[in-house]
């Protein structure tokens, strides 16, 4: 070791130098007291290290600073470093102070160390500021309301308060901004003001050396030098630093790191601060409303600027504490005013509830079943689950609820239903009610083997399917089939869900191995066994599809086809005239199978097929579809033909029948469906040519204007046959009841019955059979043999219903002689 020390001194010259500042004498009296402010920068070179090993892992957002500190935890010695790092300002907070109230008594900031004193108020003002930035880090609740309040009372200062806050925070509120600015202050800033003021510190310390004990400014040149900094001070300095360091690696190894749940805005949060500003925030709230920023801003500040002036106002040569009365009782005064203000801020600090006995045996069944495996208490335990501290507040009967039957509330709910006893589910209720906003997670003693550390990260309940995804021969090291069946059998994974059966089959051929995991190849063959996807099945799967369309659209789209038939096509489709004959086999082939409806729109939109390009095809495509010649239905929808048509193509079967429809005008009709068609959307003569109607009705249709004015009688007159083919007499009736044709003039009672002789079956169009016979009370006309029997019915009478037609003085003496009866 001799040997490299002294190459290395060869070289540099620094093992001299280090000898030379370290190798000095020290006054007699110098013992342990003296040892802080070394050990004091030993704990800042821990800080240090710990620090740059964390911000390697740190990532400055809100969004990940809370999860970037859990996945420290997580990290090899990363639990260790943040616990570390945590103890470490604690003990420098409490070192700091130690060590100002030690020089204060041993009167070393007289004359002439004035600098080596303002410099050290200095440093603590920088270590103050770094406990300041360093607790919203984390951006936990604590972390986050505690600034919150800090920047609170920054902000109520007069005048220059509103500047004050915005320049620190960067925005309104404690944001994004401020975050970003704290870390930059707490990792680049304040440890280049620490390095600069501590180097001048120390050096001057070494210039003007370590004040002897108990002496008076003028007296320091007489007083004995027999001991040597190093070997004999530095020999103390390492028993304390040992000693110190054993400690911190037992609190942190012991009590560890914990976090309070992530910041939140919305969720107000009784937010503490750290023990060795309790005096602060309690001077604060001796001040209440708009005079809060006395005890907050304007106190503490006069304060500090009388400590940095103590060197300059107490101008006593003496050091001894009898001979300084004065400095001594303000320097008292300000102990027992910071000592009895911290303690009366303690009870302000929430500890953890202290469990009843039906409390603790809940918590010993939370842990004995695992519950904690899902559910976390502040961010201790897994994350499936709701975290108990901060999910709000729950009723007795709501927690037994939800252990007697979980999905009650959340259907896709994991969580096993309570097999407890009564007992049991009383004392598991007790113990939840009793958790706070601040309980932390009970530690649990290790059982069997560790967890592995992919399984220690944050949030690997949601993320473990990428572990599953990545090595899944890993997982089946530890895990049977049957273990991921235990929580999805209620709740299918997110891959699961959207078409799974649709796409599984091209999942499970990527990695066979990753479906192997949770399940069986049984389960497979389970729906699989009816169309086997064998060694053979490319040559079998064209008659399957046939039969089994709809079974094979269960994992495949109908656009699956297309992925292996664009390079390979079916033997039908490798002719080379292929597309001049397809048209014509789709008679023999099922396209279908392959291809969808809009497949063909996809060419025939610019394209036609043949059938489609000879010149009279809108007048023959009726017949040809009618012929089953075209399949229509293998590029059109039944909707197409309504483009054209306006209505149903083809005419269905009802067509021609006759039943009521809505009436058309004054007149309520019994009209075929198309016959409405045809009067109220005229198209017909679209398809059928003028001549078609005639066929069918014997004269032209629909009828020509003016039809029921002059057209319609004298058709009905000579052919009533053509008008009963879609008349019916009742509908002659509802019309001519107040509108009566020309030949039923004034004269027309006595005129009617020659005009009815021999067309009767005129008059019947519109008065039915036998309708002479109401008006008559009479069989008419007159029946062969009414001569011989007339005289039964007949009355000379006035009133006789004969006399309605015939004149009785002329009509009977035509036959009869006047002495007649």
């Given at each position: 070791?001799?040997k490299?020390?002294?190459?290395i001194?060869?070289?540099?010259g620094?093992?001299s130098?280090i ?6 004498p020290?006054?007699s009296?110098i013992?342990?007291p ?6 004091i ?6 800080q240090?290290v710990t620090?740059?090993f ?5 990532a400055p ?12 935890r997580?990290v ?6 943040l616990?570390?790092h945590?103890?470490?300002t604690d ?7 130690v ?5 204060f008594?041993?009167?070393?900031y007289?004359?002439?160390r ?10 603590l ?6 406990t300041?930035?360093?607790s ?16 609170s009372?920054?902000g109520s200062?007069?005048?220059?308060g509103h500047?004050l ?7 309104p509120?404690?944001?994004t901004l ?13 440890p280049?003001?620490?390095v600069i ?12 050396g ?5 002496r ?8 004995e ?6 070997p ?17 690696m037992l609190a ?5 790191f ?6 939140n805005?919305n969720?107000?949060?009784?937010a503490h601060?750290?023990w ?5 925030f ?7 409303g708009?005079w809060e920023f006395?005890?907050?801003m304007?106190?503490?500040g ?6 940095i002036?103590?060197?300059y106002l107490?101008h ?11 400095s001594i009782?303000l320097?008292?005064s ?18 953890a ?5 039906l ?9 004995d ?6 559910h ?11 975290d ?5 507040k ?13 999905t ?35 530690s ?8 592995p550390?992919s ?10 399917r ?6 899944p021969?890993s997982?089946?090291e530890c895990?049977?089939p ?8 209620n ?12 796409f ?7 990695n ?7 399940h069986?190849?049984q389960q497979?063959?389970?729906?699989h066994?009816?169309?086997?996807h ?7 799967h064209?008659?399957a599809?046939i039969k089994n ?5 269960r ?6 086809c297309?992925?292996c038939h664009h ?13 001049q004959i ?9 396209c ?10 996809e060419c ?21 579809a009618l012929?089953?010649t075209?399949?229509?239905s293998t ?8 483009t054209?048509h306006r ?7 009802d ?11 004054p ?10 068609a ?11 040519v003028?001549n078609?109607?005639?066929n069918?009705?014997g004269?032209a249709?629909?009828h020509?204007?003016?039809?029921m004015?002059s057209?319609h ?7 009533p046959?053509?008008?009963k083919?879609c008349?019916?007499?009742?509908e ?11 030949s039923?003039?004034?004269?027309w009672?006595?005129?009617?019955p020659t005009?009815?002789k021999?067309?009767?079956?005129v008059c019947?169009?519109c008065?039915g059979?036998?309708?002479?016979d109401?008006c ?7 029946p062969?043999?009414?001569s ?34």
């Amino acid at each position: 070791m001799k040997k490299i020390l002294r190459w290395i001194d060869d070289q540099t010259g620094l093992v001299s130098d280090i000898e030379r500042f370290l190798v000095y004498p020290l006054p007699s009296g110098i013992s342990w007291p003296q040892t802080i402010g070394a050990v004091i920068l030993f704990l800042l070179v821990i800080q240090f290290v710990t620090g740059i090993f964390l911000a390697l892992y740190y990532a400055p957002t809100p969004d990940h600073a809370y999860d970037s500190i859990q996945f420290i935890r997580s990290v090899y010695w990363g639990r260790v470093a943040l616990s570390l790092h945590h103890y470490t300002t604690d003990a420098i907070a409490f070192l700091v102070g130690v060590h100002i109230l030690r020089v204060f008594l041993w009167g070393a900031y007289k004359k002439p160390r004035q600098i080596v004193w303002v410099i050290g108020i200095l440093l603590l003002t920088i270590t103050m500021a770094f406990t300041i930035t360093g607790s919203l880090l984390p951006w936990d609740q604590n972390g986050y309301w505690a600034t919150t309040i800090r920047m609170s009372l920054a902000g109520s200062l007069p005048i220059v308060g509103h500047w004050l806050k915005a320049a620190i925070l960067g925005e309104p509120t404690v944001g994004t901004l401020t975050l970003t600015r704290f870390y930059a202050i707490h990792v680049f800033f304040l440890p280049t003001i620490l390095v600069i003021l501590l180097v001048f510190h120390v050096f001057q310390v070494r210039v003007k050396g370590i004040t002897p004990p108990w002496r008076q400014v003028d007296d320091e040149q007489n007083v004995e030098k027999p001991l040597l900094f190093h070997p004999d001070h530095t020999v103390k300095i390492m028993i304390c630093c040992a000693v110190l360091f054993v400690i911190l690696m037992l609190a942190t190894l012991i009590l560890g790191f914990h976090l309070t749940p992530p910041a939140n805005p919305n969720l107000t949060y009784p937010a503490h601060t750290d023990w060795y500003f309790l005096y602060l925030f309690e001077l604060a709230h001796l001040f209440t409303g708009k005079w809060e920023f006395i005890g907050g801003m304007v106190i503490p500040g006069i304060t500090l600027l009388a400590f940095i002036l103590v060197p300059y106002l107490d101008h006593n040569p003496e050091r001894k504490l009898a001979r300084r009365p004065i400095s001594i009782f303000l320097a008292g005064s300000v102990f027992v005013a910071v000592t009895a203000l911290s303690l009366r801020s303690l009870p302000t600090i929430e500890s953890a509830p202290k469990l009843t006995p039906l409390q603790q045996e809940g918590q010993k069944l939370f842990l004995d079943l695992h519950c904690q495996a899902c559910h976390g208490i502040n961010g201790g335990g897994g994350t499936a689950g709701p975290d108990l501290a901060t999910g709000g507040k729950l009723t007795k009967k709501t927690i037994e609820e939800v252990l007697l039957n979980p999905t009650r509330f959340n259907p896709r709910s994991i969580m096993p239903p309570s097999q407890l006893n009564q007992h049991e589910i009383v004392a598991m209720v007790s113990f939840i009610q009793s958790i706070r906003p601040t309980s932390t997670m009970p530690s649990t003693p290790q059982i069997g083997p560790p967890e592995p550390q992919s399984h220690l990260e944050e949030g690997f309940m949601l993320n473990h399917r990428f572990e599953v995804m990545k090595d899944p021969q890993s997982c089946a090291e530890c895990h049977q089939p049957r273990f991921c069946q235990a929580c999805h059998r209620n709740r299918k994974p997110n891959s699961h869900l959207h078409h799974w059966l649709r796409f599984h089959a091209g999942a499970s051929a990527v990695n066979p191995k990753f479906c192997l995991v949770c399940h069986s190849r049984q389960q497979c063959d389970q729906c699989h066994r009816k169309l086997l996807h064998g060694p053979y099945w490319l040559r079998m799967h064209r008659n399957a599809a046939i039969k089994n369309k709809a079974t094979c659209y269960r994992c495949h789209t109908p656009t699956f086809c297309r992925t292996c038939h664009h390079g390979a096509r079916p033997p039908s489709h490798q002719q080379a005239n292929f597309l001049q004959i397809h048209g014509k086999l789709t008679a023999t082939h099922k396209c279908t199978v392959c291809h969808t409806p809009d497949f063909c729109v996809e060419c025939h939109q610019g394209a036609r097929p043949v059938s489609h390009r000879a010149p009279d095809f809108m007048k023959r495509h009726g017949k040809l579809a009618l012929s089953g010649t075209l399949r229509c239905s293998t590029c059109h929808k039944p909707s197409f033909c309504q483009t054209c048509h306006r209505t149903n193509m083809p005419h269905p079967a009802d067509w021609l029948n006759r039943k009521v429809l809505p009436p058309i005008g004054p007149v309520k009709t019994a009209q075929s469906p198309h016959s409405a068609a045809a009067m109220q959307s005229p198209v017909c003569a679209n398809c059928h040519v003028q001549n078609f109607c005639v066929n069918c009705h014997g004269i032209a249709m629909p009828h020509p204007a003016g039809w029921m004015q002059s057209g319609h009688e004298p058709i009905a007159l000579q052919s009533p046959s053509l008008c009963k083919r879609c008349h019916r007499p009742s509908e002659c009736m509802a019309c001519h009841q107040t509108h009566k044709p020309a030949s039923h003039d004034a004269n027309w009672p006595k005129t009617h019955p020659t005009a009815a002789k021999g067309q009767e079956k005129v008059c019947a169009i519109c008065h039915g059979q036998n309708s002479c016979d109401r008006c008559h009370q009479t069989p008419m006309p007159h029946p062969a043999d009414w001569s011989m029997t007339h005289a039964k019915v007949a009355s000379f009478k006035a009133n006789s219903f004969c006399f309605k037609c015939h004149d009785r003085q002329k009509f009977c003496s035509m036959c009869h002689s006047k002495t007649s009866p």
